[in-house]
């Protein structure tokens, strides 16, 4: 999985990182190595304003999905494919 970001200011996007979650793909182990890096690297959940994804069940499913735990933390925060 990668990660990116945009900075408003210089109008570039840059890549925050990619994670390996090796064979399991389902939506609790993509967040939880995604919350690993965030938290190991002191960003914080509420800054992140929009998700963008490969649209698969895992990632959009509206009740469990990956962009649906990031919204619970990031109130603001959209998705996107």
Known sequence: MCCSFVNHETKTIGKLCC???????AAQAIFAKLNEFIEKHG??????KAVATNGTAAMQC??????RK????????????
């Open 62 to 67: 509206t009740t469990n999905g990956v962009d």
């Open 43 to 48: 960003f914080d959940w509420v800054k992140y």
């Open 70 to 81: 990031i919204k619970n933390i990031s109130l603001d925060c959209v998705s996107s494919l």
């Open 19 to 25: 994670l390996n979650l090796g064979v399991c793909s």
